[in-house]
C-alpha cells in the first residue's frame, strides 16, 4: 500500500471518530461536516485499488519482439495473483511474505500440473507469493504449449485492514528458433495472421495478432505483399 493511501485512511479514521463524538453532543453541523470528510478520504484512498483491480487479466499488447534472441512476446497480460492468503511448503503464510515486499522484487514464474491440469505459480526467489487463476493458465497452455512465461510486479496491493493482494504484468514469449530451423537453409521468413490476407516483413507491421511465421514461397500461395513492409 503506498504511503499516500494510508496517511488518508488514518484522517478517514480521525474525521470518523470526532463525527461520531460530535453527534452526541448537540454538534450536528460538525459531526456531519466531519463524516462527509471521513467518507471522502475513504474514497480517495480507495480509488488506486479499483484501478488495480480494473486491469485485471487484461491484454495489452501482442506480437511484440522480445529482447532476448530467438524469442518474440506473443501476449502481454496483466492479472491479479490468486491464492495469495495460502501457506507456502515452509509453512511461512504468503501473507506475510507480501507484506515485507516493496514490489521492486524480481519474480519468476514456474509451470507446472495440479491435480492433472495446467497450473503456474509466481515466486520471489524461493517463495511461493501465488498463482495465476486456473482460467488463465488452462488458456494460455492451450494457446502457447511451449511458451514459457516472465513476469515483474505492478503493485502490491492492500495492507492495513485489508488483506494483500499482488498485480503482475505477464509477458509469453514464444521461440522462433525450432519454427526457422525447420525451413530451407536461405529461405526468406514472412509473417501473416487470421485477420489479413497480406504477408508481412515485420511481426509488428500493421498491428497484427500472434503473428505466425511462414516461408515465403508458401505465403505467396494465399497471400499477397504487405505495401508497407514488404519493399
Known amino acids: 500500500m503506498a504511503k499516500k493511501q494510508i496517511i488518508l485512511y488514518v484522517v478517514a479514521a480521525l474525521f470518523a471518530v470526532s463525527g461520531i463524538v460530535a453527534l452526541p453532543s448537540g454538534n450536528i453541523t460538525g459531526g456531519v461536516g466531519c463524516i462527509v470528510i471521513a467518507a471522502v478520504c475513504f474514497l480517495l484512498a480507495r480509488k488506486p485499488e479499483k484501478e488495480a483491480a480494473g486491469r485485471q487479466e487484461e491484454p495489452r499488447k501482442t506480437g511484440t519482439p522480445a529482447a532476448a534472441s530467438g524469442s518474440r512476446i506473443a501476449e502481454t497480460i496483466r492479472t491479479k495473483l490468486v491464492g495469495v492468503t495460502f501457506d507456502d511448503e515452509d509453512g511461512e503464510n ?3 511474505i ?3 515486499m516493496t514490489g521492486d522484487e524480481d519474480i519468476t514464474v514456474e509451470k507446472y500440473t495440479y491435480n492433472g491440469e ?3 505459480c509466481i515466486k520471489w526467489g524461493n517463495k ?6 486456473a482460467e488463465l493458465a488452462k488458456d494460455l497452455a492451450r ?9 515483474e510486479i505492478l503493485e502490491i496491493s492492500g495492507g492495513g ?4 493482494g499482488c498485480n ?3 509477458d509469453v514469449l514464444i521461440e ?4 526457422r530451423a525447420a525451413q530451407p537453409a536461405g529461405e526468406t521468413i514472412v509473417y501473416i495472421d487470421r485477420s489479413s490476407k497480406k504477408y508481412h516483413s515485420k511481426p509488428t507491421c500493421s498491428g497484427m495478432k500472434n503473428p505466425k511465421s511462414i516461408p515465403l514461397s508458401q505465403a505467396k500461395k494465399k497471400y499477397t505483399a504487405c505495401k508497407k513492409c514488404c519493399k
Open 118 to 120: 495446467p497450473a503456474a
Open 161 to 164: 485492514v485489508q488483506m494483500f
Open 94 to 96: 504468503r501473507q506475510d
Open 98 to 100: 507480501l507484506r515485507t
Open 176 to 179: 522462433e528458433k525450432k519454427s
Open 143 to 151: 494457446k502457447y504449449p511451449q511458451a514459457r512465461y516472465t513476469a
Open 168 to 170: 503482475i504484468e505477464l
Open 128 to 133: 511461493v507469493l501465488g498463482n495465476l487463476s
